[in-house]
């Protein structure tokens, strides 16, 4: 007899979902967290002080949104493992130091009237770049939840229609060229132009220009899901509903070795040297990079792509306050589920991006912020608040000092520099926690050397090649019964519940109809 018939490595909420999905089918499931926490990325702690619950990591559960797992409720977390969400109307909004402010509303028109107030031209184009991104979104969606096209395919597939030629070229261009044809006032461009910021790049980047569509189809469509509760809330919920169908989670337990049998995955060694048996499969959240070293039986050419897989120069940084009360933006009295604090000139943003890129710290902070409590009180004791800010910065400091001596040093830069456009701050700060990039990677391998999407987000890392073409069906070659999740693989970084196409491919394996894989 097995331990279990599915082992999942790491309680991330990606494993969770496949496990899920495993469990629901009938499967005996085991989860190994190595953390005393479960979660990975998606996880709400108390990390300043009792009653003030920090996202540690994601914040805003964005593509989930469009996953079938959740608009058919499939494995019953909304009916009935208790996951709830608020979606505010403002998903985001960019703020600037002389007070001007724009918000993306989800409602097309709203975001065309703020934008009028810049450009009557740039309101019209808004509305014919929201038109656009509607229309493509049900093609963008269709392609995320399940395994990846072959690359091939997906090319010669857009290639036969000039609607099809239209995304490959938007595919290609940077969010600077797109922003350049679309716009002409300069807050406008950037205020799209930080979106790919977000995704760790410059606007300057090749390949960055379907990100704005993607982007503004989620947010119109969707809206910014905020977890009631906090992040942490989603991971609860397919905790709940694993356990429900007779699984475990276990924290603690760190895997260090995947045991092979011939060519098939039998089972996992602890660190403390249990071994575990697994009768039918195994998800591993196994990071490219650590994958050899985890598999003796991954082939050499496997092994060779994976280590070699390319992670982002632009290492992520957060600081997390407990606060006295809200906070007061000089801009009066706004309301938005993420703040983007904008530099004077659009010049300056994509420099700051250049610096990062040449393994410096931006010329400024190029600072997001998130204040959860304005929609979801239950985050703080009544009357305080709390905030999320985070930059983005070198791995590898310049000057040679260890993030460990420093992290609070680079804390103090990005809560000055939200006193330039917030009243109350630094006064309102009870008392803060941050995380350098060395500090994610210790919470999680996925975000290897700060990296929030695990690999960078280029084209040859991406689709049906992410992380790497071996890899990227979710399956290991010559390794049978292994298969992975994570935010290097299809379709990347972010509360995707992407685990749902790791579990297509198992239950195609298993014999298991999938789509008869539901909580009634
Ligand atoms: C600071 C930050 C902010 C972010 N903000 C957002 C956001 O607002 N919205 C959004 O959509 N996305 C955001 N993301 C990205 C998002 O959090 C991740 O893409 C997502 O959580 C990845 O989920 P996962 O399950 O694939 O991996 P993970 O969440 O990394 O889970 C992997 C789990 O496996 C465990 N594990 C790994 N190896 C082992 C082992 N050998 N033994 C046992 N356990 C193991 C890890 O400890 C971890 O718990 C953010 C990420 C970061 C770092």
Redesign the pocket.
């Known amino acids: 007899m097995a331990d279990a018939d599915i082992i999942a ?7 969770l979902v496949a496990a899920a999905y495993l469990a629901v089918a009938g499967k005996t499931v085991l989860v ?4 005393e926490w479960f ?4 996880v709400t702690r108390e990390l300043t002080r009792p009653g003030f619950r920090h996202d540690q ?7 989930i949104q469009g996953n079938p797992m959740l608009l058919n409720d499939e494995l019953g977390l909304h009916s009935k493992y208790g996951l709830q969400y608020v979606r505010p109307d403002v998903p985001m909004m960019s703020i600037w130091e002389d007070g001007t402010t724009l918000p993306l509303h989800r409602d097309p028109n709203k975001s065309a009237e703020a934008i009028r107030k810049f450009s009557a031209k740039d309101a019209e184009a808004f509305l014919e770049l929201s038109r656009q991104a509607a229309e493509w979104l049900p093609m963008i969606q269709a392609s995320l939840y399940t395994p990846p096209m072959p690359v091939g395919a997906s090319a010669a597939m857009m290639d036969q229609s000039a609607e099809g030629r239209e995304i490959m070229r938007t595919m290609a261009v940077s969010t600077f060229d797109l922003m350049e044809e679309l716009f002409e006032h300069e807050k406008v461009k950037m205020h799209f132009g930080r979106v790919a910021g977000e995704n760790l790049v410059s606007p300057d980047e090749k390949a960055t220009g379907i990100g704005a569509y993607v982007f503004l189809g989620f947010l119109e469509k969707f809206g910014f899901g905020v977890p009631v509760g906090g992040s942490g809330s989603l991971t609860a919920a397919l905790i709940r509903c694993i356990e429900d169908h007779g699984g475990k989670v276990v924290a603690g ?4 070795e995947i045991v092979t049998d011939g060519s098939r995955a039998t089972g996992v060694v602890l660190d403390d040297g249990t071994r575990l048996s697994a009768g039918e499969g195994i998800i591993g ?2 990071h490219p990079h650590i994958l050899p070293d ?1 598999v003796a039986a991954l082939p050499a050419h496997v092994a060779k792509n994976a280590k070699r897989t390319h992670i982002t120069p632009a290492a ?1 940084f ?1 600081v997390h306050a407990a606060l006295d009360g809200p906070l007061k933006f000089k801009a009066g009295d706004v309301s938005a589920v993420m703040y983007e604090l904008m530099p004077a000139s659009y010049g300056t943003m994509r420099r700051a991006c250049d610096d990062r890129r040449y393994g410096g710290f931006g010329r400024r902070p190029l600072v997001g912020v998130g204040q959860l409590p304005q929609h979801d009180p239950s985050r703080a004791p009544e009357g305080k608040a709390i905030f999320h800010a ?1 930059d983005y910065v070198p791995y590898e400091r310049p000057d040679g000092a260890s993030w460990d001596d420093t992290k609070r040093d680079y804390a103090e830069v990005i809560v000055r520099r939200m006193g330039d456009f917030i009243e109350n701050v630094p006064d309102v700060i009870l008392d803060y926690h941050c995380d350098s990039p060395v500090d ?1 990677e210790r919470t ?4 290897l050397r700060g990296d ?2 695990g690999i960078a987000t280029t084209p040859y890392q991406s689709g049906a090649h992410r992380p790497t073409p071996e890899l990227g069906q979710y399956r290991v070659p010559e390794v049978e019964g292994l298969y992975l ?3 290097f693989q299809h379709p990347g ?3 995707f519940g992407a685990g749902r196409a790791t579990a297509q491919v198992m239950a195609e394996d298993l014999g298991i109809d999938f789509d008869g894989i539901r909580v009634s």
Do not use: D, K, Y
């Open positions: 490595i790491g309680s991330g909420h990606n494993g190994l967290e190595r953390n979660g990975g990325g998606v990591h994601s914040m805003s559960h964005i593509f337990a760190q895997v260090r959240a196994i985890m992520c957060t985070w994610m999680s391998p996925s975000f929030l999407h999740v994570g935010p970084g972010g509360v």
